[in-house]
């Protein structure tokens, strides 16, 4: 293998690890931005369900993708285990680790919508479900050979696939298991339920930032040109961007310059760019950042007007901004970037026309459906089949650090739970 | 055991009825003074005493006469004469001699507040109530109290200190009040440093209005679209002037007396008096029919006419412009 050939799988593999740590910054986000009772299950679901999501990708999921079949699915290539090496590209199985990653991100943020009130079991079966049945489609369709990438549809990293992807299955689970207790009166106003830690929340954040280089910089699948460096400084001044234009519209418009919204406007830069960062100039990165950081505050504020209960906003900061991540490809791609390299069309601002944002809006309207559709039957049936989806009211207040696994994450900080007399 | 005497129990009911008797005079007829804010304020001074007065003859029934002449006085919004149509209670006693008299008064302050919440006035949930040793002393506790408060000049001991300052005697001796804000402006003439300290303390306030002049109302909960009046619009013009006048030794209580007792330099702060006056009875328009005391400052924007929002706002701007000019006269006038 050449050295060059070695640096590019190299590279990959790093991304690989980078991508996977997201997977800390989602446990760190998640806890911080939900209450104490539930912080031991919302850390520990996230890693067995990266466990289930591992198998059923290894079994199923990268088949689907990637595997002969057609414009709709892969049909081979299951239960992978190409040990072979390569003269040029990737070795399969760096490749397949990548892609197995991007999965695991995609089912963690599915997972944001069922926060604080989902029981385990429900966890377990869609985990499964959404690694076999979900994420491969999409991403066949746009990243496999599928129908959308034969469009020249654009996503570097995955605004779409992933971002978008799991927002819609996180869509339909908060729509099946309604809002949590007390987070909205009988007269329709909605409370605050604020997250137990915010230096919880923010730390994820950044881990999440940290890992987007190999997210974005990853999937430039090589070290040709260190095109990496321009995809992480697109990466960089869109999170940037993002954090600051939604703390400033928080302060504008609520007079506080709140936290929360500061920290779901660096990660709504950071979706935002995931689609294009290979695509754009810096200066359209900020832009595309800054748009994002605006959205996702009014996105947080129209879903809590329509009694979606959102506890970690992975609606707006992974769906409201996916789709705007994806639809900025078609404003802002440079020719260079995209019709020279065969790679769909320029933007309308660079002479393209509205030829690739069509591409892109049908990209994102056939996904969205798609993962909404299909998650929606999914956890409907699940619903009806294991009698509910949701743990019961009096699970729900002690909390299901205790319902679900028999310990508190922070038992000294918990009132005493009596066993039940005389049983 | 219990022994009941029913001659107590007899006594004890009397009084309850007659707490009860006054909270109904209170219901029925509030409404004809609830459009004018100083017609109100007099309805409640008298209700208080009343029921005060009451409170008094019962212990004095248990207990004997006042064992010391002694001053009953209100602070919060019935000392500034600034009662909404509800309010809770914040009062204290002075008493004359030594603190052997102690245990007397605060049963006539464990009274007074009892009598005060059947009448309708809530209990205070800082317990700045006769009841409570802090708030029921002798002169000389008094003065050693209000010294400390100032000397230690936490955050806490200046909240007390200011609370205690908007004071005016209801029933008893005037004089004991008028000397312990006499203490206390003498000592915070000797350490004018006290001035920017008592600023520090009301400088953080809930912003009302964003910087595009929008309203910034509550965004979660039960009071989602409201604004709290009291926090947000009275605030600024409380404080103001209250620490305008720990400044030029102002004893009144009452923030329209005390706008017109600022002597002529202060011009500039006194063309805000018309802008308070407006509030005070704005706020009754809006929430004269209130049904309780937490309902009583809370005012929902949606609810207001195009113009109400702008005579609002108007008033909310140039009370932020009053204590932005206060916090110029104290930094200037008061910096060691």
Known sequence: ??????????????????????????????????????????????????????????????????????????????????????????????????????????????????????????????????????????????????????????????????????????????????????????????????????????????????????????????????????????????????????????????????????????????????????????????????????????????????????????????????????????????????????????????????????????????????????SYIILKVMNAVMGGIRVTEEEEIIGLDLSEHGSYGYPESMPEHKEKAGV | MVVVNHSDNDEFEAYINCYLEMRQWRDEHIHEVWENPIALNQFHDRLIKKTVQKAIEKVESELGPAPAHFAFFIMGSGGRSEQSIWSDQDHGIIFAGNEGFKSYFLRMGEEISKGLSVVGYELCDGKVMSSNPKWCNSVASWERQISNWLNEASWESLRYFSTFFDSRVLIGEDGFLLRLKEHAFNHLKKDPYLYIRLFENIRHMKKGLGILGQFLPDSFGKKTRCINMKEVIFFPYINSLRLLSLKEGIFTPSTLARFQQLPNRYNNIKKYQVDFEKLLHLRLYFKKQSKSYEDVHLLHVDSLTKSEKQELKQIMKHGYRLFTETKHIINKGCSS
């Open chain 1, 1 to 374: 293998m050449d050295a060059i050939v070695l640096m590019d799988n190299l590279w990959v593999i790093i991304g690989t690890i980078l991508v996977f740590f997201m997977l800390g910054g989602f446990i760190l986000l998640e806890a911080g931005s939900t209450r104490m009772k539930n912080a031991g299950h919302i850390a520990g679901k996230t890693i067995f369900t990266a466990g289930i999501g591992a198998l059923v990708f290894w079994a199923v999921g990268y088949g689907f993708i990637y595997g002969e079949g057609n414009a709709f699915i892969g049909l081979s290539n299951f239960f992978y285990g190409d040990a072979s090496t390569v003269e040029e590209g990737l070795a399969p199985a760096v490749d397949f680790m990548f892609q197995m990653m991007f999965a695991l991100v995609s089912l963690t943020i599915a997972f944001g919508g069922f926060a604080e009130r989902a029981k385990l079991s429900a966890y377990v079966i869609f985990a499964i479900l959404f690694s076999a049945l979900v994420y491969p489609v999409v991403a066949h369709w746009i990243w496999g050979g599928g129908w959308l990438g034969e469009h020249g549809k654009q996503d570097f990293a995955g605004s779409t696939v992933v971002h978008l992807t799991g927002a819609m299955a996180a869509l339909a689970a908060t729509m099946i298991l309604k809002p949590r207790i007390g987070k909205y009166n009988k007269d329709g106003s909605s409370n605050d339920i604020a997250g137990h830690n915010q230096v919880f929340t923010a730390l994820g954040v950044l881990i999440l930032w940290v890992g987007w280089f190999g997210f974005n910089g990853g999937s430039t699948f090589g070290v040709a040109d260190a095109f990496f460096g321009f995809v992480s400084l697109n990466t960089q001044l869109a999170a940037g961007a993002g954090a600051v234009a939604a703390m400033f519209i928080a302060w504008v418009v609520t007079g506080k310059a709140d936290i929360p919204t500061t920290l779901n406007g660096a990660l709504a830069g950071l979706v935002a760019i995931t689609a294009s960062c290979g695509f754009v100039e810096p200066w359209a990165a900020v832009v595309i950042g800054l748009v994002g950081g605006l959205m996702v505050f009014y996105s947080m504020k129209l879903f809590d007007k329509a009694k979606i209960d959102d506890p970690i906003f992975a609606l707006s900061v992974h769906g409201t901004v996916g789709v705007w991540g994806t639809l900025s490809n078609g404003l802002f791609a440079v020719p260079a970037l995209s019709t020279d390299i065969d790679w769909g069309q320029a933007g309308l601002f660079y002479g393209g026309g509205f030829t690739q944002l069509g591409v892109q809006a049908m990209g994102v309207a056939a996904s969205g459906v798609y993962a909404f559709v299909v």
